[in-house]
């Protein structure tokens, strides 16, 4: 039999323009415009809001595919209900006949479609640069890499130690009907079955677990602290690899996590109390954190800013949002960031280099540049996560030690 073909509502659909308007003309992020749309009708059920929801981040996703087959060259605001109903032909939805869809020609959609498969840009919606890029990298993993990029990210639990194990965890989340199964990479964290509101739960708001993907809860891992250590987190941002390096160490030794935003490090005060960490100190970088820090560190871990291509499933508007040229420059950020945190580690001291990109340009290239620059350093490790070969998010690690 059949199945019906699946219908959409004006007020949903409206909800969906709208976030795509703030998403791609007015420069904002789609985790941030979905949360405030979601949190704008209380009237809409469990489905609306999954629709909505997931509407946008696939039309996000498929953008120059979708406004390929829609035969828009340079979308502007007003083409956004003709992307839209190009999107819902795709996906098997029944078109209204509104006035919004009057321009759409489902034939010419099914013609265009099929065109859109000759080119791999086009087909996996990627700007032209970044094919290039990855093809001139991965080669023929590249095709593989792409499709697991364009998937929709699995949602990983971290458990935080210093209040319950993994099983218990597991546990007391299957009596409030939440389903997860372990995963053999990580000896913390939970992959979540089903998608759910879990900020809500009193499992969270009691800091038993953190939502993080299994590939960044590695980089604490990665870094391996000793009890009692001197650790400075230089990048911390709103804290999530800081609170698992303090419950890796069992709250003993001092992490400062330091960042340029304050509001962040606001954040991870916040988070710091609710996970019952007690070994972390917030630090603005100011002009003279560094030299007040020289030579303190026993572990030091910079998850320095960068481009970001490595977390694309869970941010896909960044493909849209970052150029060639931002990716060079980043890279000038990120040496600096090394030549001058790097005064923070003490002789002997163990750094730790991380980004969320899976190009050399920002990863392993970086480090090489840095050993030339640097010779008491040498590398002990590095690893490379991948979306396609790991299932996670895309990230590198490199450990260095000081001689």
């Known amino acids: 039999m059949n199945q019906s073909p699946k219908r959409i509502h004006k007020i ?27 949190k704008s009708n209380k009237k809409w ?11 946008i981040y696939e039309v996000v996703r498929w953008w120059r595919k979708v406004a390929f087959v829609a035969d828009v060259e340079k979308p502007e605001k007003e083409d956004l209900w003709k992307i839209v109903g190009t999107w819902f032909v795709l996906n098997d939805y029944e078109l209204p006949k509104w006035e919004e869809f009057a321009e759409i ?17 086009i087909r996996e919606s990627i700007p032209d640069w970044m094919d290039e890029m990855g093809e001139a990298y991965f080669g023929y993993d590249w095709d593989y890499e792409l499709k697991a990029l364009n998937a929709p990210a699995d949602v990983y639990l971290r458990t935080n130690t210093l209040k319950i194990n993994r099983a218990d965890l597991q546990r ?47 980089i604490a891992e990665f870094v391996n602290p000793t009890k009692g250590s001197f650790v400075i987190d230089a990048c911390a941002g ?9 419950a890796l160490m069992e709250n003993t030794g001092k992490i400062r996590s330091m960042d340029i935003d304050a509001k962040k490090l606001s954040e991870l005060e ?49 493909k849209w949002k970052i150029t060639a040229d931002f990716v060079e420059k980043i890279q000038a950020t990120q040496a600096k960031i090394l030549r001058d945190y790097v005064k923070m580690l003490k002789p002997d001291g163990t750094l730790v280099y991380a980004t969320c990109s899976i190009f050399p340009q920002e990863n392993e290239e970086q480090v090489k540049k840095f050993l030339s620059d640097n010779p008491d350093f040498q590398l002990i490790e ?22």
């Open 238 to 246: 709103a804290g999530g690899k800081s609170l698992h390096l303090a």
């Open 105 to 121: 020609d489902i034939e010419i959609i099914k013609e265009r479609a099929i065109k859109a498969e000759e080119t791999r840009a």
């Open 270 to 318: 916040y988070r710091a109390k609710r996970n019952g960490v007690k070994n972390i100190s917030t630090v603005p970088i100011e002009r003279e954190t560094t030299a007040n820090y020289a030579g303190t560190a026993d572990y030091l871990l910079m998850d320095v800013p960068c481009s970001g291509l490595g977390v694309l499933r869970r941010n896909p508007d960044a």
């Open 172 to 218: 007391a989340l299957e009596k409030r009907e939440i389903a997860t199964e372990q995963i053999a990479a990580t000896d913390d964290a939970l992959q979540l079955i089903d998608r759910k509101n879990l900020k809500t739960n009193e499992v969270f708001r009691k800091g038993f677990f953190e939502i993080q993907d299994a590939g960044s809860q590695l």
């Open 382 to 403: 590095e690893k490379h996560l991948t979306p396609h070969k790991n299932g996670f998010d895309g990230f590198y690690m490199a450990k260095l030690k000081r001689k």
């Open 45 to 55: 059920g469990k489905r609306d809001r999954s629709f909505i929801a997931e509407t």
């Open 12 to 38: 949903l659909t409206d909800a969906v323009i709208s976030g795509l308007e703030e998403i791609f003309f007015k420069n904002r992020k789609s985790d941030q415009v979905v949360g405030e749309l979601l």
